[in-house]
């Protein structure tokens, strides 16, 4: 099926030529009778395969999160593979690409995972079952292949399943606005994000191309003004007070403020500036900002505002935007507490679901956990083991019917001394908009 460029795709980087899958060693965590592959797939793109002894004959492409914006290295899919063991521990085969370049791209990265999965038919024989999952960012990139590799319409598909995990769903423009609020409300309180001395630019840029400021400058800028990487008890009662501004503002967790920053500078800076032609798909006008007490109507009218570009957020939408349009039944697994993707992100994909008539072919389960990059073990298996039971008996899962059956693999997959399912069949989330203000 050919696939249309968007504005955010480039022309792919002088490639590596074709190679392997040669036999690697398996990383570490991966059960050592397994039998482990390398290759190049000839589009600027290196992979890992790991296939276990005892292989069910059914495969799991994964799309990792991100994105990078450095150069594809080999290593961030080793790292993905020894990440995601469990799922080689659990009898499924696993590949992952590290997609072709560097920096955002939803469409390009699910075409990389459409031709590793090419590789892998070609080398091992076509699985008797296919699965997409994908990871955060990533989970963006399964549900767009499941879109251009798997459509409504009864066409036939090298897939036959998706799952979602943490993932940054929803498309660009729904997922990183708050990033250009965090961006804003900071240069209020913060002024140092660019410094009074140094150029000023758009904030909705990331930082000019020739800047040479690095995440650790940035960090430490963040600690000067708010605190943030000392204990709470060294931090004064200015820094405090700005931290807590930007926080009721942003609503998201001190944890993960200056990760949210870096994104919201470097992956801006490649997003609008290399991808969309230095345009803006980002807007913020008329956002009303929560405040402490006392503050809102100071911050509300000194914070930048910015329009956003309309071609930008096409071409954005264009790009990473799901449709809906998939007949794959599809698990999506996300933390209650996710500080990086929103688990209120659930509810967009959804909406976008139902309005184009495959929420029916949709589960949704949540965990009542923190971390946003990895779940519990044995969380995962029980979604492929559920996902592929409805695949091949038709047997639909419920979120009270994947808590059970994550309880029945607490023994065989779970951390010693430590529960290892945190399910919650009954709960549900709060729209989008109740986490970032509607513009």
Same mark, same amino acid.
């Given at each position: 099926?050919?696939? #249309?460029? &968007?504005?955010?795709?480039?022309?792919? =980087?002088?490639?590596?030529?074709? $190679?392997? %899958?040669?036999?690697?060693?398996?990383?570490?965590?991966? =059960? /050592?009778?397994?039998?482990?592959? &390398?290759?190049?797939?000839?589009?600027?793109?290196?992979?890992?395969?790991?296939?276990?002894?005892?292989?069910?004959?059914?495969?799991?492409?994964?799309?990792?999160?991100?994105?990078?914006?450095?150069?594809?290295?080999?290593?961030? $899919?080793?790292?993905?593979?020894?990440?995601?063991?469990?799922?080689?521990?659990?009898?499924?085969?696993?590949?992952?690409?590290?997609?072709?370049?560097?920096?955002?791209?939803?469409?390009?990265?699910?075409?990389?995972?459409?031709?590793?999965?090419?590789?892998?038919?070609? *080398?091992?024989?076509?699985? *008797?079952?296919?699965?997409?999952?994908?990871?955060?960012?990533?989970?963006?990139?399964?549900?767009?292949?499941?879109?251009?590799?798997?459509?409504?319409?009864?066409?036939?598909? %090298?897939?036959?399943?998706?799952?979602?995990?943490?993932?940054?769903?929803?498309?660009?423009?729904?997922?990183?606005?708050?990033?250009?609020?965090?961006?804003?409300?900071?240069?209020?309180?913060?002024?140092?994000?660019?410094?009074?001395?140094?150029? /000023?630019?758009?904030?909705?840029?990331?930082?000019?191309?020739?800047?040479?400021?690095?995440? /650790?400058d940035l960090a430490a800028r963040v600690r000067d003004c708010t605190g943030v990487g000392l204990p709470a008890a060294q931090r004064t009662p200015e820094q405090a007070a700005r931290l807590k501004t930007i926080l009721t503002a942003v609503k998201i967790p001190e944890r993960t403020?200056?990760?949210?920053?870096?994104w919201a500078t470097w992956l801006f800076q490649d997003l609008t500036q290399k991808r969309l032609d230095g345009r803006n798909p980002f807007g913020n006008v008329g956002v009303r900002y929560d405040a402490p007490a006392g503050e809102a109507e100071a911050l509300n009218a000194g914070?930048?505002?910015? #329009?956003?570009?309309? /071609?930008?957020?096409?071409?954005?939408?264009?790009? $990473?935007?799901? &449709?809906?349009?998939? #007949?794959?039944?599809?698990?999506?697994l996300h933390a209650i507490h996710d500080p990086t993707a929103f688990v209120e992100l659930e509810d967009a994909y959804r909406r976008i679901r139902t309005a184009a008539g495959t929420d029916g072919h949709l589960v949704q389960a949540f965990a009542d956990e923190r971390e946003h990059?990895?779940?519990?073990?044995?969380?995962? %298996?029980?979604?492929?083991?559920?996902?592929?039971?409805?695949?091949?008996?038709?047997?639909?899962? &419920? =979120? #009270?019917?994947?808590?059970?059956?994550?309880?029945?693999?607490?023994?065989?997959?779970?951390?010693?001394?430590?529960?290892?399912?945190?399910?919650?069949?009954?709960? *549900?989330?709060? %729209?989008?908009?109740?986490?970032?203000? =509607?513009?």
């Amino acid at each position: 099926m050919a696939v #249309a460029r &968007t504005a955010v795709d480039d022309a792919a =980087p002088r490639a590596a030529a074709r $190679s392997g %899958p040669t036999a690697s060693a398996c990383p570490a965590a991966v =059960p /050592q009778d397994a039998q482990c592959y &390398t290759g190049a797939d000839g589009a600027g793109a290196f992979y890992w395969i790991a296939i276990p002894k005892d292989w069910n004959r059914v495969l799991v492409m994964h799309a990792h999160g991100g994105p990078e914006t450095g150069p594809p290295k080999l290593e961030r $899919s080793q790292e993905d593979l020894s990440r995601w063991a469990i799922t080689v521990r659990a009898g499924y085969a696993w590949a992952g690409s590290t997609y072709r370049r560097g920096g955002y791209g939803v469409t390009m990265a699910a075409e990389d995972t459409e031709r590793l999965r090419r590789i892998f038919a070609a *080398r091992f024989g076509q699985p *008797r079952l296919t699965l997409l999952h994908g990871q955060s960012y990533g989970g963006g990139v399964a549900a767009k292949a499941a879109e251009l590799y798997a459509p409504t319409g009864g066409l036939q598909s %090298p897939y036959d399943g998706l799952v979602l995990t943490s993932g940054v769903l929803g498309g660009g423009n729904t997922a990183y606005d708050f990033r250009l609020d965090l961006r804003a409300v900071y240069q209020y309180v913060c002024r140092n994000h660019p410094a009074p001395v140094e150029p /000023q630019y758009p904030l909705w840029q990331g930082l000019p191309m020739d800047s040479t400021l690095t995440r /650790q400058d940035l960090a430490a800028r963040v600690r000067d003004c708010t605190g943030v990487g000392l204990p709470a008890a060294q931090r004064t009662p200015e820094q405090a007070a700005r931290l807590k501004t930007i926080l009721t503002a942003v609503k998201i967790p001190e944890r993960t403020l200056v990760a949210h920053l870096n994104w919201a500078t470097w992956l801006f800076q490649d997003l609008t500036q290399k991808r969309l032609d230095g345009r803006n798909p980002f807007g913020n006008v008329g956002v009303r900002y929560d405040a402490p007490a006392g503050e809102a109507e100071a911050l509300n009218a000194g914070v930048v505002r910015y #329009a956003a570009d309309p /071609q930008a957020q096409g071409a954005l939408a264009a790009d $990473s935007l799901p &449709t809906g349009r998939t #007949a794959l039944p599809t698990v999506t697994l996300h933390a209650i507490h996710d500080p990086t993707a929103f688990v209120e992100l659930e509810d967009a994909y959804r909406r976008i679901r139902t309005a184009a008539g495959t929420d029916g072919h949709l589960v949704q389960a949540f965990a009542d956990e923190r971390e946003h990059s990895y779940l519990s073990d044995p969380e995962y %298996p029980a979604v492929f083991d559920a996902l592929v039971a409805w695949i091949d008996r038709g047997d639909k899962p &419920t =979120p #009270a019917s994947l808590a059970d059956a994550c309880r029945g693999l607490e023994t065989r997959y779970g951390t010693a001394g430590k529960p290892g399912c945190h399910l919650q069949p009954d709960w *549900r989330p709060q %729209p989008i908009e109740t986490r970032v203000p =509607p513009r």
